[in-house]
């Protein structure tokens, strides 16, 4: 009776062994198949750089105020200008339009863009169904000029691609354009910035240009130098990413 029981429990070891073996090797097949795949991450935004010059001949242009938006315009034409644009046009205080409660993001300009000088400025704009960018600046030597680019469409502009463009002058129709000592923030003058009163027509428009002292406008302290025609920008806006 000893040695039957000692036989059966080598046996029972036996087949133990067996179906262990069978489960290892089973495993490690399944273990190969079911690797994870990972997916690749999607952009949560588009990457733009923004090169501007400026082309005038004695106007420094107020530090940009750049947005991206998918609605809503920093300026309509023949409309009253908001107290964000009146500011930048007639002190070039950027502030109120980069925290306009339209805007998708911001980018600060931070510094004067003297006369035949240039700024190159990197955008990131969140992905939105519409996308627009638009800009703004002041021609600092006089009362309430402006230029830039409103509701510039880079929706479906591809990666690798750019679109340029030349900016006109626009009258903020805030402050009356007196060119006299005082009324202008800039070097011609450094006199006063920002006015909440409005003595002017009130609505945006295109800018008529100087009348200067060499004109015979005896007032203004503007001279010939401070003379500008359109364009006063030249603008690329290249999508990089």
Same mark, same amino acid.
């Given at each position: 009776m000893k040695f039957i029981n000692q036989s059966n429990r080598s046996l029972s070891g036996a087949l133990a062994f067996s179906l262990l073996l069978l489960a290892g090797c089973s495993d490690s097949g399944n273990n190969v198949s079911q690797q994870p795949v990972q997916a690749e991450p999607q952009p949560q935004q588009k990457v733009f750089t923004i090169d501007v010059i400026n082309l005038t001949n004695n106007q420094p242009l107020s530090p940009l105020a750049i947005i991206s938006h998918s609605e809503g315009a920093i300026w309509t034409l023949n409309q009253p200008a908001s107290v964000a644009l009146e500011n930048l046009a007639e002190s070039g205080d950027n502030s109120m339009l980069l925290t306009?409660?339209?805007?998708?993001?911001? /980018?600060?300009?931070?510094?004067?863009?003297?006369?035949?000088?240039?700024?190159?400025?990197?955008?990131?704009?969140? /992905?939105?169904?519409?996308?627009?960018?638009?800009?703004? #600046?002041?021609?600092?030597?006089?009362?309430?000029?402006?230029?830039?680019?409103?509701?510039?469409?880079?929706?479906?502009?591809? #990666?690798?691609?750019?679109?340029?463009?030349?900016?006109?002058?626009?009258?903020?129709?805030?402050?009356?354009?007196?060119?006299?000592?005082? #009324?202008?923030?800039?070097?011609?003058?450094?006199?006063?910035?920002?006015?909440?009163?409005?003595?002017?027509?009130?609505?945006?428009?295109?800018?008529?240009?100087?009348?200067?002292?060499?004109?015979?406008a005896s007032n203004s302290v503007l001279n010939e130098s401070h003379r500008f025609d359109n364009p006063v920008m030249r603008v690329t806006i290249s999508r990089v990413q």
């Open positions: 306009a409660d339209f805007a998708a993001s911001s /980018l600060n300009g931070a510094e004067i863009i003297p006369p035949g000088s240039s700024q190159s400025l990197t955008m990131r704009v969140p /992905l939105m169904g519409q996308a627009y960018i638009s800009m703004a #600046t002041m021609l600092v030597n006089t009362n309430d000029a402006i230029s830039g680019l409103n509701r510039v469409d880079v929706t479906n502009l591809p #990666t690798g691609r750019s679109v340029s463009y030349v900016t006109n002058s626009y009258d903020a129709g805030t402050e009356a354009n007196s060119e006299m000592a005082g #009324t202008i923030p800039g070097p011609a003058d450094g006199g006063e910035g920002f006015n909440s009163i409005r003595d002017d027509v009130d609505f945006v428009s295109l800018h008529p240009g100087v009348v200067t002292s060499d004109d015979g």
